[in-house]
């Protein structure tokens, strides 16, 4: 019950016309930038980020997610038109899309992508609200044993989903786990992830 609570406050922050308007103006941009090819909607949001410096907490975080979901559909649209996806996400949309270009039905392909995205992101962001704090509860349960399991369970069906030999595919797998322990941070906790720079760390902290 309280879910619903919250969305039906959540949405009737969002459909005012002042936020209405923000979110417009974020998947328009969003979507002209999107359209380049290999910008995506990270880059894209760190290009347009500074506009919205300005904005209210709320006007601004609607607006950014504007730019995030129009710059996710611009790379549909260069997937379509010219067989070049913006994005990884948008490769896909390549094999159908592209075809019904080539057939005179561009206009249909981008309706299509589009009404499709919009139900996919209503659907997405309903199953977060419900699945999100049970996920999350069972996430902060996670312990050493639980993340090494899983890193273990990737690492091995990235071996065995290798085109060709299992071996070589489980020999580059060990192959990136020895570079990556050389040298570096872990990107998540900027913890370092050898014992040189560990010991370097250990000096240059105050005793």
């Not at 941009?29 to 880059?43: A, D, R, S």
Request: aromatic share 8%.
């Amino acid at each position: 019950m309280d879910i619903l609570n919250h969305l039906i406050l959540g949405f009737s922050v969002a459909f005012s016309l002042e936020n209405l308007a923000y979110c417009l103006i974020g998947v328009a941009l969003g979507t002209l930038v999107g359209v380049l090819p290999g910008i995506g909607p990270l880059v894209t949001i760190a290009m347009l980020f500074p506009l919205t410096f300005h904005l209210p907490a709320v006007p601004a975080l609607i607006m950014l997610a504007g730019i995030y979901y129009g710059a996710q559909y611009g790379g549909s649209t260069t997937s379509i038109l010219v067989n070049l996806p913006g994005e990884t996400a948008s490769a896909v949309t390549c094999l159908d899309g592209y075809q019904m270009a080539r057939q005179g039905r561009a206009g249909p392909a981008l309706a299509i992508a589009a009404i499709a995205s919009f139900f996919a992101g209503c659907i997405g962001v309903l199953l977060i609200a419900l699945a999100g704090p049970p996920l999350g509860e069972w996430a902060l349960a996670f312990g050493a044993a639980e993340y090494s399991s899983l890193m273990l369970m990737g690492l091995t069906a990235a071996a065995v989903l290798t085109q060709g030999d299992a071996v070589k595919g489980l020999a580059m797998v060990v192959l990136g786990l020895l570079l990556g322990l050389c040298w570096g941070c872990c990107s998540a906790s900027s913890a370092p992830t050898s014992t040189r720079e560990w010991r370097a760390t250990r000096s240059a902290s105050p005793s």
